[in-house]
């Protein structure tokens, strides 16, 4: 029941029950399966792709050429990031239609039903099974690494929005490290295990499935795109806990009164948007550092790092679990920062941390067969690296992308980041075993470089948004794209964003 609230100090940064909840539900129930999937085939490959091997033998009375093989199994991990581009095109059109609970209780197809189809591929003696499964939980973890954030990022109060953005990056960190524990030998990664270890992906949408529905919709999209003030303020009053919700009623409103010339964007309308230029260049870039940063290369070399350091070949599955974890522990730190430091801070920090990893651990990896303890610094190369990557260029890009774009044009926005996010992701598995083999440890110069250029922009174009509306933020990025924003008739002058008052009521777009 929702109840009066007196005090505008507590009103500011409360996390009500529903609020916690509603967070806590999309984010296991979505966030978790893009994290668990990145990881699942890692520990049980050998003994997968000696499943491929024997039904291929028991169909053809033949053994698999090596190269059938490698091209197998290089589609079954490949599929995963083809299917996430092809679910981040469906972004705008869901949300739009369906709102963004909506498009999160819809995607659950996408999880369920290739749960079903990997969990029963060893019965099925079919590999092609597998490969088909990872391309649709692939559009599931293309939905849901974009839809999630958003979600949530309209829910939230603006003094919540960074660390409640960050839970997404958390439950997916969450998700690998799960994934890691269970493809230890002695739990699921064997012969008899994996099936299993692959079907369990279904159990967390099939608890959102049940749970989500109770929750609120979005109540941004109830009120700016559906026009359902009613239904909106309800929704608002369960978030809050508390019935007096005209302040953030009366700043929806001011937002949707600024866009109505604009309507609601497409992809295409949204490129050609003069006012939006340096917000889409900017998540452009911010997701293009994000997964051309190395992140992927460096969980593909920390297995022969450790092992190169003296690490027992079956102890180095746990210690990769052990650098799942300190990703866990790093982004849980993240969440309860976010709103003091900023966003653009971790960033800045993140892509630095990065960037320096990148470089020791190149010389390291250069030195490590002529000095003896050189091992052991490329182990705390790899620890470092995580630890950057988790605090700022993990999490940090969906929560200043919900913050950066208003309603109309948030969908097509997050459509855009999606779409670099996995051809990024794609591009870094195809090419980085080519890179590995022509330039060995060199190859993280090159990640270096990109890290230090993401670095700059950062420094260079992106403002802070913390604790802003969007209309403020709007406003920060409207003197860099020389353009004014018209509220109804009115035609103001360009204000500096400092001069933007607290008070939502009193908000001015330009």
């Not at 539900?25 to 997968?48: D, H």
């Not at 990872?134 to 958003?150: E, K, Q, T």
């Not at 979005?218 to 700016?224: A, F, G, Q, T, V």
């Amino acid at each position: 029941m929702a109840e009066k609230c007196k005090d505008p100090a507590e009103k500011k940064g409360r996390l009500t029950t529903v609020l916690a909840l509603s967070t806590l539900i999309s984010a296991f129930g979505s966030s978790f399966q893009y994290g668990y999937n990145v990881a699942v085939i890692n520990s049980p490959a050998p003994v997968m792709q000696q499943f491929y091997n024997t039904t291929y033998m028991e169909r053809y009375k033949t053994e698999m050429g090596q190269n059938l093989l490698t091209l197998l199994w290089s589609l079954s991990v490949s599929m995963y990031p083809l299917g996430g581009f092809f679910g981040s095109l469906m972004v705008a059109p869901l949300v739009n239609h369906l709102g963004r609970k909506g498009t999160l209780l819809f995607n659950n197809i996408f999880s369920i039903v290739p749960a079903v189809m990997m969990g029963a591929s060893e019965v099925a003696k079919s590999y092609e099974i597998i490969i088909v499964a990872r391309f649709i939980v692939g559009i599931c973890a293309g939905l849901s690494s974009n839809v999630v954030p958003m979600y949530l990022g309209e829910l939230s109060p603006k003094n919540l929005r960074g660390a409640l953005g960050i839970v997404p990056q958390l439950f997916i960190t969450v998700g690998i490290l799960s994934a890691q524990v269970l493809g230890i030998r002695n739990i699921l990664g064997n012969s008899a295990g994996w099936p299993l270890m692959l079907g369990l992906t279904g159990i967390p949408a099939l608890i959102e499935l049940l749970l989500l529905p109770f929750f609120p919709e979005s109540p941004r999209y109830m009120l700016i795109q559906k026009g359902d003030e009613k239904k909106a303020k309800k929704a608002l009053q369960r978030l809050r806990g508390w019935d007096d919700v005209d302040a953030e009623m009366t700043e929806m409103r001011l937002e949707d009164q600024s866009e109505r010339a604009e309507g609601r964007l497409t992809v295409f309308s949204l490129l050609a948007q003069r006012s939006l230029r340096w917000q889409l260049i900017s998540v452009v870039f911010m997701n293009m550092g994000q997964q051309l940063s190395g992140v992927n290369a460096i969980y593909y070399y920390a297995d022969s790092i450790y092992s190169s350091a003296g690490v027992n070949e079956n102890d180095v599955q746990f210690v990769t679990v052990g650098t799942g974890a300190v990703n866990v522990v790093m982004t849980v730190a993240a969440v309860f920062i976010v709103e003091k430091s900023g966003r653009r801070l971790l960033l800045l920090v993140g892509f630095g941390i990065c960037c320096a990893a990148c470089v020791l651990l190149t010389i390291a990896l250069s030195l490590q067969e002529s000095v003896s303890w050189m091992p052991y610094v490329s182990i705390m190369c790899v620890i470092i690296y995580v630890i950057g990557h988790a605090i700022g260029p993990s999490p940090i890009p969906n929560v200043v992308t919900t913050e950066m774009f208003r309603q109309s044009a948030r969908s097509a926005a997050f459509m855009v980041s999606g779409s670099v996010h996995w051809l990024s992701n794609f591009t870094v598995g195809l090419v980085f075993p080519f890179m590995e083999r022509g330039l060995g440890p060199y190859s993280f110069i090159v990640f270096a470089v990109i890290c230090l250029l993401t670095l700059v922009y950062v420094w260079v174009v992106v403002p802070e948004t913390k604790k802003k509306t969007f209309l403020e933020v709007s406003q920060m990025f409207g003197k860099r794209n020389k353009v004014e924003i018209k509220l109804g008739d009115s035609d103001l002058p360009l204000k500096d964003s400092k001069e933007i008052p607290e008070d939502p009521e009193k908000v001015t777009a330009f």
